[in-house]
């Protein structure tokens, strides 16, 4: 199989790891030395491991994360606001649009595109930053995170409204909250109810549709996310699409995977 260039994947295995001496060994290396080869080999057969993560300025991420085992739960009141200003200064350094955000009591999701293809970055350091602070701010200790972060490329067809729709909606399918507007540690309450949120947010093309408008805005945001009856792909299948590289039409998912994941 052949591999596309690294500028566009990055291999799984060298971001997920520590291999600070192995890479500073690959960049001064010879182009044919065995150090290159061996780098050449992981990223060949990361396929039968790992996926690839695609770093890509296009189209927006999915993002989530879990906490280890999942069975660790956060002291809402002081991981809301460490979550929100790590995401907030991960997307200043890394130059990602944050778009939606919101925070579980074992996992986050986030909904970012990348400006440069970084994405793996900005989440590595949004990651570190959340646990050193979390965990001494509750003064715990070991891991925070359990496996690496998930991620998905989303088309910005009906399948980002029914990305969008299914985080936000997120509290009521766990039976937190019976109306999402008593739901605060979400960037639906700046986009629904103009609430602030302690949060630096970019505009996605749903909001830049409406121009100055506000009220037809935030009233968008209200149908899309709490009407019960609307029309998008389900639930179900957007939970199970999210799990994948790709989420959008099968044009969409085809077409992804002859430009990223194929020669």
Same mark, same amino acid.
């Given at each position: 199989?052949?591999?596309?260039?690294?500028?566009? +994947? +990055?291999?799984?295995?060298? @971001?997920?790891?520590?291999?600070?001496?192995? &890479?500073?060994?690959? %960049?001064?290396?010879?182009? #044919?030395?065995?150090?290159?080869?061996?780098?050449?080999?992981?990223?060949?057969?990361?396929?039968?491991?790992?996926?690839?993560?695609?770093?890509?300025?296009?189209?927006?991420?999915? &993002?989530?994360?879990?906490?280890?085992?999942?069975?660790?739960?956060?002291?809402?009141?002081?991981?809301?606001?460490?979550?929100?200003?790590? @995401?907030?200064?991960?997307?200043?350094?890394?130059?990602?649009?944050?778009?939606?955000? &919101?925070?579980?009591?074992?996992?986050?999701?986030? +909904?970012?595109?990348?400006?440069?293809?970084?994405?793996?970055?900005?989440?590595?350091?949004? #990651?570190?930053?959340?646990?050193?602070?979390?965990?001494?701010?509750?003064?715990?200790?070991?891991? %925070?995170?359990?496996?690496? *972060?998930?991620?998905?490329?989303?088309?910005?067809?009906?399948? *980002?409204?029914?990305?969008?729709?299914?985080?936000?909606?997120?509290?009521?399918?766990?039976?937190?909250?019976?109306? &999402?507007?008593?739901?605060?540690?979400?960037?639906?309450? $700046?986009?629904?109810?103009?609430?602030?949120? #302690?949060?630096?947010?970019?505009?996605?093309?749903?909001?830049?549709?409406?121009?100055?408008?506000?009220?037809?805005?935030? #009233?968008?945001?209200? +149908? %899309?996310?709490?009407?019960?009856?609307?029309? @998008?792909?389900?639930?179900?299948?957007?939970?199970?699409?999210?799990?994948?590289?790709? $989420?959008?039409?099968?044009?969409?998912?085809?077409?992804?995977?002859?430009?990223? %994941?194929?020669?």
């Amino acid at each position: 199989m052949c591999v596309p260039p690294m500028t566009t +994947i +990055i291999c799984a295995y060298s @971001i997920e790891t520590n291999l600070g001496s192995f &890479l500073g060994r690959l %960049l001064d290396s010879k182009p #044919n030395s065995g150090v290159r080869a061996h780098w050449h080999t992981l990223c060949s057969y990361s396929t039968m491991g790992r996926p690839l993560r695609v770093m890509q300025t296009m189209y927006p991420y999915h &993002l989530v994360c879990r906490t280890n085992n999942r069975t660790f739960r956060f002291n809402k009141k002081q991981a809301t606001r460490i979550v929100f200003k790590a @995401i907030t200064q991960g997307a200043e350094k890394y130059k990602i649009l944050v778009h939606h955000a &919101l925070l579980m009591t074992n996992h986050y999701h986030v +909904i970012a595109t990348a400006t440069e293809e970084n994405i793996h970055r900005f989440m590595r350091y949004v #990651n570190s930053r959340i646990a050193f602070r979390y965990n001494r701010t509750v003064g715990r200790t070991g891991h %925070l995170w359990g496996d690496r *972060y998930k991620s998905c490329i989303i088309s910005t067809d009906e399948y *980002y409204l029914a990305c969008v729709r299914y985080i936000y909606r997120n509290p009521i399918r766990a039976k937190m909250v019976e109306d &999402l507007e008593d739901f605060e540690d979400s960037s639906f309450q $700046f986009w629904a109810f103009g609430k602030k949120v #302690n949060m630096a947010l970019t505009e996605d093309h749903l909001v830049i549709e409406w121009g100055d408008d506000e009220k037809r805005m935030r #009233n968008y945001f209200k +149908i %899309l996310v709490m009407d019960e009856g609307l029309w @998008i792909p389900s639930e179900k299948m957007t939970r199970m699409g999210l799990k994948k590289q790709f $989420f959008g039409s099968a044009d969409f998912v085809q077409q992804m995977s002859r430009a990223y %994941l194929d020669c």
